[in-house]
């Protein structure tokens, strides 16, 4: 039998009904510091989820979680400690195993589906995965000065990538047809 994950809240399909149902689920403090040393936190104080359920049918479940998150993170500029919080929503498709299909190119305006095994869904697992996806890969606290041309807004990087086409790029080539002697 595989391993429960750290924030496990197992939801049975049959429970879900033909009107759907409401859901709130909240991670313990000993759920919160496995989460945390999972996703290489120095804490998480708060991990919670409000779910809108539905049944689609067939075993598939949609699902719209809105997401609450409290945590302690490391910034990447001063390497000192600060606490964040994040809320936002998000829309999952749950799908039975032997239903779900992994296409060659991920569709980056489809809703996720995550496959599951059995008769219950892990609203739980759903979360962190969300929050995980959600984190900033370089976080910064908010009171620390960036250096200047570190992070580049859209309108200065569209900029400096009109700048840069004009100029003529040497061709990799190019270097070897003079270590060569002009002969390549």
């Not at 009107?19 to 999972?38: F, H, I, S, Y």
């Not at 779900?100 to 190119?105: H, I, L, P, R, W």
């Not at 995550?114 to 370089?138: H, K, N, S, T």
Request: proline share 7%; net charge negative.
């Amino acid at each position: 039998m595989t391993e429960k994950p750290e924030f496990y809240r197992p939801l049975a399909v049959r429970r879900i009904g033909m009107l759907g149902t409401d859901m709130t689920v909240e991670a313990t403090p000993d759920e919160c510091k496995k989460v945390a040393r999972r996703l290489g936190l120095q804490d998480v104080a708060l991990l919670r989820c409000r779910y809108r359920l539905k049944d689609d049918g067939r075993g598939v479940v949609t699902a719209e979680g809105a997401l609450a998150v409290r945590f302690t993170q490391t910034c990447v500029v001063s390497m000192e400690a600060f606490e964040d919080m994040m809320a936002g929503s998000f829309v999952v498709r749950f799908v039975p195993a032997c239903q779900f299909v992994e296409g060659d190119a991920p569709d980056m305006d489809a809703i996720d589906e995550i496959p599951y095994e059995g008769q219950d869904v892990d609203l739980g697992e759903a979360v962190v995965e969300q929050f995980a996806l959600d984190l900033e890969p370089y976080p910064h606290a908010p009171d620390v000065v960036l250096p200047p041309g570190l992070i580049m807004d859209e309108d200065e990087a569209e900029q400096h990538g009109l700048e840069e086409e004009p100029e003529k790029k040497a061709s990799p080539f190019a270097g070897l047809a003079r270590w060569r002697g002009g002969n390549a």
